[in-house]
């Protein structure tokens, strides 16, 4: 029987001996019928250790459990390979197909008597992998990615390669014979390229962190300081500017060569907007940035407005409500509308959440701006806010909202704003959100009565949750502005009408 005593194991014959050498049995824990080797000075089981040929009669090796490798078996980066009866292979080269992982090619080194993870040159220049058998075709480990042949010998020669032996079609390599194999990133050697994780060469564009680089067919990088237009690089015709200290394209605002911004697929942002460092810039198709220092000041309206002459008030812009929940339209939303476009002013068209289906009240919402015709032209809002909203408050807020958005992106490619108090910003995570979606925000410094719109609408300072900064701020609901005999409720839209029109259409 097997008797645990101290931190060993040992094996006691019918006589109550100790005894040593070989053991077949199967009462040792759970392992069925196994082979044991107790060392014939000590007796105690041998554990995670070669058993010595002088003493068992072959090369054997003991598991952490104690029995004998029988087939393969892996432990600190050695793969050990042995028979039925626990004779492991002989040093040298095996091609086998009796380790259950199809014919492979094994090299068992001399030490170890296992084949051992990793890069060596005994027999010839060849990479184990973890799994035991040599490598062919490629592999990346770490910032290496090594590529042999059929026959497991690594491409090691300082060089260039192109080949299609290795797995991936036709392509470029760079081999550095002090690594065995390709490393990952920069370099000179040869020419400028830069090495991929996936081992070959760049061709086209790849962008690792901050950094686009750019290559040709060749892989022969731009590398040199300055404007590239070009539609070599498999984003069509593209404007790019290249850093040379980077060897690339840096993601982020620059004013080398002029004011541009580069996005994070590395060419410069043309013909479109970008908020950064709390400035909203304009790009023109040179990309060619300049700042949108204008501002348009305009008011919110709903069905209880209806005597309102849209063409005649003063507004740069009119947001008027379009429907509710999934059963109510504002009947007199197509007049209001038809009256601000006839002025020339920006028009925009708000959903106010009753918290029901999010998908559904969405489907009301883009169903309504169709049949109003102004799907495109007007920019496109969820109201967020307590009243008649079930939901809100729940904690399912952000996504709620989330659906929402995402639902009128998906069947208009339109970004729609959010509109929330400015309090509700702080109160749950809205990155989800804001990475995609505009931010419409509330906060009045008092409730009396204002005349005409504030160039510099009071606000805490307290920042705007994930947003940076919003793109409509609505600082009052008592203000009286000129051609409207009531109050409204006013907003400071940060931008011009060209931005305006850019925010309507899909994007």
Known sequence: QWVQEGSRWYYYDASGSRA????????????????YWLDTTTKALASSELVKASEAGYWAYATRYGYVVRGRYTEGGVTYLADNDGRLESPGWHVSSAYGQGLQRYYVDS???????????????????????????HLTSGTVTYLADNDGRLATSEGWHVSTAYGQGLQRYYVTAASHGCVTGYSTAGWAHYTTPAGYVLRGHLTSGTVTYLADNDGRLATSEGWLVSSAYGQGLQRYYVTAAKHGCVTGYSTAGWAHYTTSEGYALRNAYIHTDGVLY????????????????????????????????????????????????????????????????????????????AVSEADHFVARARSLGVLGSAVLALDWEGGDNATFGSGSDVSWCSTFLNRVYQTTGVRALLYVSKAVTSEYNWSSVSSSYGLWVAQYADMDSHSGYQSDPWTDGNGYGSWSSPTIFQYSSTTYVSGYGSQVDVDKFYGDLSYWKYLAGAR
């Open 111 to 137: 030490t170890k008597h296992g084949c051992t993870d990793g890069y060596s040159a005994d027999g010839y220049a060849h990479y184990t992998t973890s799994a035991g058998y040599v490598l062919r075709g």
């Open 282 to 357: 304009r790009a023109d198709n040179d990309a060619y940035l300049l700042a949108v220092s204008q501002c348009m000041d305009g008011i919110d309206i709903a069905s209880y407005q209806s005597s309102m002459n849209t063409s005649g008030v003063s507004a740069d812009f009119i947001i008027v409500k379009a429907t509710q929940g999934t059963g109510y339209n504002n009947p007199y939303a197509s007049s209001q509308l038809s009256g601000a476009v006839s002025a020339g002013k920006g028009v925009g068209l708000y959903h106010y959440a009753e918290g029901g289906d």
């Open 20 to 35: 040593s050498g070989w053991v077949v049995n199967s009462t040792f824990k759970t392992y069925g019928l196994q082979r």
